[in-house]
């Protein structure tokens, strides 16, 4: 796609629209034939800073994605086992041998968990012990609930099996092959490229300093975690698309796990809405762009972005912004977005 290309010219000018109507205050957008485009702001105090293609973002739950990639990384190498019971590697937790919740369960978010935040502690040890005690409130596989937990528990998995920490892993097994250099687990800090992200409702509060976790849980315990809060570029998120794209560089099963739809239900937290998932991603309907098929999986993270990727018709975006309105109303514009830049 070119830069005069009618497509870009008319998501940039519904990205003015969002901007103006106080849903972003800026992002950089993606897809496999656009370079990295940036627009609006980074930074609005002390002052103003635009946005840049090298921006960073703090991607919130996009996050997941690597999670999941790392596991996908181990269960083709026969390390893992997505359909065995998540206490096989954590023999620990309350749930013990009886447990019939797999890593797969845990991976759709269909393991009964709920999506609380009940954990206060204040260090690794003490979260460690929090994590460990805590119960389904629903049968297993019986509805979807998107729970963070449950993918906090995969990330323990990882360092179990390899006994190192999410960053480390992440950085040997995914970003290093994927030439992946600007992303990262650990809150880079203070720097000219890091976005601040601003409190919905709030635009003169920041809720974190740029370069900081804005996950409050991630900030406190302060170590790399399976929910996510990573932080990445729009041009090193879209080598991650491109690759689920072209299946360039790892085993075959690496992606079928990450791309196959594995479960479809009911959503417990949405009556009537039904949930499609594969290992890791999103693939319902509801929130799928319209220009990709029913194939496709996508992710979206609370801090404003959303990367999506079509193996049928070999399509992939990446939308990142930061996000200042209401989580719902501008998930779906990131969508719009897509389905502007992608449309025949």
Not at 113 to 124: K, L
Not at 231 to 243: A, I, L, N, Q, Y
Not at 253 to 275: F, K, M, S, V
Request: charged share 25%; net charge negative.
């Amino acid at each position: 796609m070119e830069k005069r290309d009618p497509r870009l010219a008319s998501a940039l000018e519904e990205a003015r629209k969002q901007m103006e109507s106080g849903l972003i205050q800026g992002g950089v957008i993606a897809t496999l034939t656009l370079e990295p485009v940036p627009f609006g702001l980074q930074d609005v105090a002390p002052r103003e800073a635009m946005m840049t293609a090298d921006s960073r973002f703090d991607i919130a739950s996009v996050g997941k994605v690597f999670t999941a990639s790392c596991c996908a990384a181990l269960a083709a190498e026969g390390k893992l086992d997505p359909d065995a019971p998540f206490t096989e590697y954590l023999p620990d937790h309350v749930l013990g041998k009886t447990c019939r919740i797999t890593v797969r369960n845990l991976a759709t978010h269909t393991g009964g968990f709920a999506n609380a935040r009940h954990y206060g502690a204040e260090n690794p040890d003490d979260f460690y012990k929090d994590l460990m005690v805590s119960k389904p409130v629903r049968p297993c596989g019986s509805a979807f609930e998107y729970s963070c937990y449950g993918f906090i528990l995969l990330g323990l998995i990882l360092n179990k099996l390899t006994g190192k920490d999410l960053d480390t892993l992440a950085r040997e097994i995914l970003w290093g092959p994927l030439g992946m250099d600007h992303t990262t687990w650990i809150a880079p800090g203070p720097g000219p490229n890091e976005v601040k992200h601003w409190h919905p409702g709030s635009p003169d509060h920041p809720f974190r300093p740029a370069g900081e976790h804005n996950d409050d849980m991630c900030f406190r315990i302060n170590i790399p975690m399976g929910s996510g809060s990573c932080f990445s570029t729009c041009g090193d998120m879209m080598k991650f698309v491109r690759d689920i794209v072209t299946r360039g560089h790892f085993p075959a099963p690496y992606y079928d796990l990450l791309t196959t739809c594995c479960w479809e239900g009911i959503d417990a937290t949405a009556p009537g809405r039904y949930a499609r998932r594969s290992f890791g991603w999103d693939m319902c309907d509801f929130r799928r762009p319209k220009t990709f098929s029913e194939r496709s999986v996508f992710h979206s993270g609370w801090t404003g972005q959303t990367i999506a990727v079509d193996p049928a018709r070999g399509m992939g975006a990446v939308i990142m912004t930061s996000r200042t309105g209401d989580w719902e109303q501008a998930n779906q514009a990131r969508v719009k977005l897509i389905d502007i830049l992608c449309r025949q």
